[in-house]
Antibody, heavy 124, light 107 residues
């Protein structure tokens, strides 16, 4: 059974870069037709999709974050990563990695597998 | 960007009663809509995708309906473990977007 394990620092200073990694176990990140993605949730607020990567090379980002975000995969480590530059207090949130699944029409987007959420605080 | 609007913000229901949550999209998302349940301190749990398909292991008391711009999640008989926050999400077009959530609380 596929599982996701997130890792990364819980505290990042303003203007610095937030880097998180999600390790995939129970399957290969480079299997065909696989999407992977990141979602965040500020304290007491709702869910925000950050971005997704498809087949390890096609990336899609939330326009509100696009200038600062990069999602990539490392097939040798079976991992995918999130990099968010120039962080501010507004980036303080619980960050989740996840795997969307396809529906009957072949559209991907519903996250059925989630990594554990970890609070990332932006503070000096 | 497609805006997802959920109503009501809070729904007070007694255990055993039926609950219906609504989700509207600012433009058509066809049937590319998912529903999640989230409890405090936990990751969201996928309940419904494709607007009406229950995910693996989801009890039959959860059902989804709708297409285009209007969707609903119905819980036929609320169990104590169903009191939580529910989110809808469209994945018809980029960027994928979530509704702001409906909190289902015990009446």
């Amino acid at each position: 059974q596929l599982q996701l394990q997130k890792s990364g620092p819980g505290l990042v200073k303003p203007s610095e870069t937030l880097s998180l990694t999600c390790t995939v176990s129970g399957g290969s990140i480079s299997s065909s037709s696989h999407y992977w993605g990141w979602v965040r949730q500020p304290p007491g607020k709702g869910l925000e999709w950050i971005g997704s990567i498809y087949n390890s090379e096609n990336t899609y980002y939330n326009p509100s974050l696009e200038s600062r975000v990069t999602i990539s995969t490392d097939t040798s480590k079976n991992q995918f990563s999130l990099r968010l530059t120039s962080v501010t207090a507004a980036d303080t949130a619980v960050y989740y990695c996840g795997k969307p699944k396809p529906d009957s029409t072949g559209y991907y987007g519903a996250f059925d597998i989630w990594g554990q959420g970890t609070m990332v605080t932006v503070s000096s | 960007e497609i805006v997802m609007t959920q109503s009501p913000a809070t729904l007070s229901v007694s255990p055993g009663e039926r609950a219906t949550l609504s989700c509207g999209a600012s433009q058509s998302v066809n049937s590319h809509l998912a529903w999640y349940q989230q409890k405090p301190g936990q990751a969201p749990r996928l309940l419904i995708y494709g607007a009406s398909t229950r995910d693996t292991g989801i009890p039959a008391r959860f059902s989804g309906s709708g297409s285009g711009t209007e969707f609903a999640l119905t819980v036929s008989s609320l169990q104590p473990e169903d009191f939580a926050v529910y989110y809808c999400q469209q994945y018809n077009s980029w960027p994928w977007t979530f509704g702001q959530g409906t909190k289902v609380e015990i009446k």
